[in-house]
């Protein structure tokens, strides 16, 4: 089937060219438009007690938009509240607007004042919110920050499109140099770019196709642009590197093509279908974040092995005269080869030692916190992150932990409801509740003085949705959802982790033909990925290094970035292995023995592998420039992953532990053996 296509696509070269111009025409134009279509929520479990409360509180009285402002000025100066109140008045006469509060000054500072604007829903809210805080910004006496509702969703979704320009620009120039770099030549080096550019273009039309049938968060343009684009560079190298190989002894440049097609094409192929088994793992979460990026990661991934398999064939058949041969390798091997000799002499050694070090890393993972945080997520040059610094300056009051919501079906007067009452007083951690809304159901605001995080607040959440009462009491709020999704992931986590093992294990076994390298290669790479994780708790979480970050200490890793950087991480180091194992076992099969097997396999892969992980250290440390600390947070894991799996793991711990197996690696029972001779008579 290979043969096949990669065969196809090398005699018509044009004819897949204009196809793939017409695919990626048509996926730009209607992929762009995604920015419109984007929602900031993460987090929600459809179904759970949380969500059910917050849907019954939407029906019985829908909360209407609402803004803020502060005006940081002195609130007794006299220009300054007149201009206050000036904008008041006209605020009031705006369409769309339904009440504003008078300025009030900060008992705090003195020095601030706040307004508050709730508006009419309905399709022209933008239009109001927008006119409302345009009125705002005319304030010239003192600076103003204006934020909420529409007005925050815009915000994290020019954020989004920001951070992906901002990244392209800062590494798309460094990855040609270091594609020329690598390739010595501009044709070869712009191969794995052109890739990458459809890869990206693609993305943004997956992701409007699956904004038509799901919610798709502003998150999925970083990551989902970050793993397609990842991908094309890892498979652009892959197939141009062994095509100049091959160019090396065949006659022509389709012999050449012909062979690189089934053998990188073949790695291609099964590296694929690994990342899209991991990303796979996603979809058993009910969340719908998680499973549309799950989705949108495995239609990322297809799209970038269909150009992988087709177009770039179809370009090297076009331009491989082009491209210069790749040079005869040294008569003793090269620096990766010695590396590998070396590793050989003392595998236990190195195997403990490495293991060891990356153990070290992952240690602050025990001390994980999951959080939805707050606009500390976004750069301080919005204005939701101004106003929320501003409200924690001068209005501190207003700045305390959200409380957790109690929806109550009993009439607020009730006896009932009065008991139930002192009884939430009564848990630990409450310090006092209101009563926020009456009406067919009734709304209590338990306050509690430690964040929503915390182990408190969650406790808090537990034991008041054990309380006894005569009728149905549901319980939500932040607090709540954080303890819903987080016993949701403790849940649906083993049948991710199943679905992951499983596809890994059954592809990697197809591949290979045994069931040890299967096996130590989720092993190795669960190393370098909880190493990564780590370290991303240390410096986000705990504050290590975070102004390095342009951030501070955040008490809590964002919900979203452990099990995206866990599936995406996984995801990339099972590539490198399938790269890896790939040669190794050539040389297996061409009958080396197995430590020079090894040392041989690492040597015509050593140079590719730390190139494309070089290449995605950098598309991925652009990502680091971003606004939102969740996409800063998944860089940095993705970066750190990516580096130490091509250095410690693929440089050490796979030659010492296959040294260690010998003959072993590519053990299988006898009935394995013949159905894995079958697959690949019909592969």
Do not use: C
């Not at 993460?42 to 019985?60: F, H, I, K, Y």
């Not at 089934?262 to 990303?279: K, P, Q, Y």
């Not at 008569?331 to 070396?342: C, L, T, Y």
């Not at 860089?635 to 532990?657: F, H, S």
């Amino acid at each position: 089937m290979l043969r096949v296509v990669t065969g196809w696509s090398i005699r018509r070269p044009r004819t897949v060219l204009v196809l793939w111009l017409i695919a990626v025409a048509v996926m730009g134009s209607a992929g762009f438009g995604i920015f419109e279509r984007l929602v900031s929520d993460v987090g929600t479990v459809p179904g759970s007690e949380s969500e059910r409360a917050w849907a019954l509180m939407s029906r019985a009285e829908p909360s209407p938009p609402a803004l803020t402002a502060v005006i940081q000025g002195p609130a007794t100066d006299p220009s300054v509240l007149a201009q206050a109140n000036a904008a008041v008045a006209d605020l009031r006469r705006l369409p769309g607007v339904a009440r504003v509060s008078d300025p009030a000054p900060a008992p705090a500072t003195g020095n601030a004042l706040l307004i508050s604007l709730t508006l009419y829903s309905g399709k022209n809210v933008e239009q109001a919110a927008n006119a409302a805080a345009e009125r705002l910004h005319h304030i010239g006496a003192a600076p103003v920050s204006v934020a909420g509702g529409p007005l925050t969703d815009d915000e994290f979704n020019a954020q989004a499109q920001s951070d992906v320009q901002r990244a392209e620009l800062l590494t798309t120039p460094v990855v040609l140099l270091l594609l020329l770099v690598v390739f010595g030549g501009l044709v070869a080096a712009g191969l794995p770019l052109i890739l990458a550019v459809v890869g990206a273009v693609g993305t943004f039309g997956v992701l409007y196709a699956i904004s038509t049938v799901t919610d798709v968060s502003v998150y999925s343009i970083q990551v989902a642009t970050m793993l397609s684009v990842g991908l094309a560079v890892d498979y652009g190298l892959l197939i141009v590197n062994r095509f100049r190989e091959e160019k090396a002894t065949a006659p022509d440049v389709v012999s050449a093509l012909a062979r690189a097609g089934v053998t990188a094409g073949r790695t291609v192929a099964f590296s694929g279908l690994t990342v899209v088994a991991v990303l796979a793992g996603l979809l058993v979460f009910p969340d719908p974040f998680l499973r549309s990026m799950g989705f949108a990661g495995i239609a990322v991934v297809a799209v970038v092995v269909v150009a992988a398999l087709t177009l770039l064939p179809a370009l090297l058949a076009l331009a491989g005269r082009r491209i210069s041969p790749a040079k005869p390798a040294a008569p003793r091997g090269g620096v990766f080869a010695a590396i590998a000799r070396a590793v050989q002499r003392r595998p236990l050694f190195t195997t403990l030692v490495a293991a060891a070090a990356m153990a070290v890393l992952t240690i602050p993972v025990l001390d994980l916190r999951l959080g939805q945080i707050d606009a500390r997520l976004l750069p301080e040059s919005t204005q939701t992150r101004q106003l929320h610094d501003a409200i924690a300056t001068h209005f501190p009051e207003l700045n305390r932990p959200n409380p957790i919501i109690v929806v109550a079906a009993g009439s607020s007067d009730s006896p009932e409801l009065s008991a139930l009452r002192s009884l939430i007083d009564a848990v630990p951690g409450v310090t006092g509740t209101e009563v926020s809304r009456t009406g067919e159901a009734t709304v209590l605001h338990a306050f509690v003085g430690e964040p929503a995080h915390s182990r408190v607040a969650r406790e808090a959440v537990t034991a008041i949705r054990a309380l006894p009462a005569p009728f149905e009491v549901l319980v939500t709020g932040e607090a709540a959802m954080l303890v819903d999704y987080q016993s949701m992931l403790r849940d649906r986590l083993p049948y991710a982790v199943a679905v992951i093992l499983l596809g890994t294990l059954v592809l990697l076994f197809l591949f290979t033909g045994s069931l040890i390298l299967p096996v130590k290669a989720v092993l190795t790479n669960m190393l370098s990925i909880g190493a990564a994780l780590g370290v991303v708790v240390w410096v986000f979480q705990q504050g290590h290094l975070a102004g390095w970050f342009g951030t501070t200490r955040l008490d809590a890793t964002h919900l979203s970035v452990p099990v995206l950087v866990g599936a995406i991480a996984f995801g990339l180091s099972v590539d490198y292995e399938v790269f890896l194992l790939s040669r190794i076992r050539e040389r297996w099969l061409a009958g080396s023995a197995s430590d020079r097997a090894v040392a041989e396999g690492l040597q015509h892969t050593g140079r590719i592998i730390t190139s494309a992980a070089l290449l995605l250290v950098v598309v991925f440390a652009g990502f680091l420039a971003a606004g939102f600390v969740p996409v800063k947070a998944i860089g940095l894991g993705l970066v750190l992953a990516v580096a130490l799996d091509a250095t410690i793991v693929r440089l050490l711990l796979v030659p010492a532990t296959m040294t260690m197996f010998g003959r072993y690696n590519w053990w299988a029972p006898s009935p394995l053996r013949r159905l894995h001779g079958r697959f690949q008579s019909t592969a």
